[in-house]
């Protein structure tokens, strides 16, 4: 079985790594940025899809800025997670208010419109659903999750649990992921704090597998963003995920694996770093099994 990894950031566009310098002189507009990162990397996270519903025009561009075969994971907006949603982003002076089936509709219509140009063209790696620390296991969240399913029927769709529960229950867990077809986020984070989510690498869905590597931070949770993300990984904390990411790429046809510990240039020098140590070039790995 063939698979691929791609190695890639959760932001291509935070204000602190526009700051760092990594992107060179010239290369620093809205064009010149996502052109010179996917030419490093095969894979990127949209995280600004969280924050407000995506533009049609936006992602038009992205496709257009980008090579074939390079993909947009796109995290779903905070609304359809349940997560806080400020009113000044929601679109045509509706409250955000998940309860009320006509915003919902609404806003589900426009972010499948949003993201429209990416799929149509073949680029849409996934719709990253990151549940808020509170969505935890049992028949309410089964119910939403479904929901969930019914919605993007069609898409791809990887699935990020913030509360440690849902892997205390990992069976029941990979049942109903496997069920609705969605794919399994595993994630890399401090191990100590008492909401740590522990590094487990299920496979749910034979198409995609998704790695988010958070940063070692014990601020997580707590801090600012800083000091969320504030963590440069070293080589050997890499390499212990070596093994296990080459597992689940021979059990997918595609693993994305993706940097979050966006402070600075950390990110994309971990994803830089990540790329080195896996055998194969740096933006796209193929293998066989």
């Known amino acids: 079985m063939a698979g691929r990894i791609l190695v890639g950031t959760c932001s291509w566009t935070d204000r602190a790594l526009v700051g760092s310098g990594w992107y ?14 996917a030419e490093r990397f095969g894979v990127v996270e949209v995280d600004a899809s969280y924050y407000a519903l995506p533009g049609e025009r936006n992602s038009r561009l992205w496709v257009e800025r980008t090579p074939d075969g390079f993909v947009f994971d796109v995290k779903a907006f905070s609304l359809l997670t349940g997560h806080p949603t400020r009113e000044a982003v929601m679109p045509g002076g509706l409250p955000a208010d998940a309860r ?21 063209a073949g ?5 990253l659903f990151q549940f808020p620390p509170w969505f935890r296991p049992g028949a309410r969240a089964e119910t939403f999750l479904t929901e969930c399913a019914v919605r993007t029927d069609g898409w791809p769709v990887a699935v990020e649990f913030r509360h440690p529960a849902w892997w205390g229950e990992r069976p029941a867990t990979e049942a109903l992921l496997a069920r609705l077809g969605f794919s399994a ?22 198409r995609l597998s998704v790695v988010r590597f958070h940063g ?9 963003k800083e000091d969320r993300f504030r963590h ?3 080589p050997a904390e890499l390499a212990e995920w070596t093994p296990r990411l080459h597992a689940l790429a021979a059990q997918v046809d595609e693993l994305h694996v993706l940097f979050n510990n966006c402070c600075g240039d950390s990110a994309v020098r ?8 896996l055998p194969g070039s740096p933006a796209t790995i193929d293998h066989e099994n």
């Open 100 to 120: 009320n089936p006509a915003v919902l509709d609404e806003v589900w219509a426009r972010f499948a419109d949003g993201i429209e140009p990416i799929r149509a």
């Open 24 to 37: 060179p002189a010239g290369r620093r507009d809205a064009e010149g940025r996502i052109g010179y990162y």
């Open 123 to 127: 680029r849409l790696g996934c719709v």
């Open 216 to 224: 070692r931070s014990a601020a997580w949770g707590t801090g600012s």
């Open 185 to 206: 986020v595993a994630v890399d984070m401090t191990q100590t704090l008492p909401f740590s989510i522990p590094p487990a690498t299920p496979v749910t869905s034979p």
């Open 270 to 277: 971990a994803a830089e770093l990540m790329s080195s140590i």
């Open 232 to 234: 440069d990984y070293s």
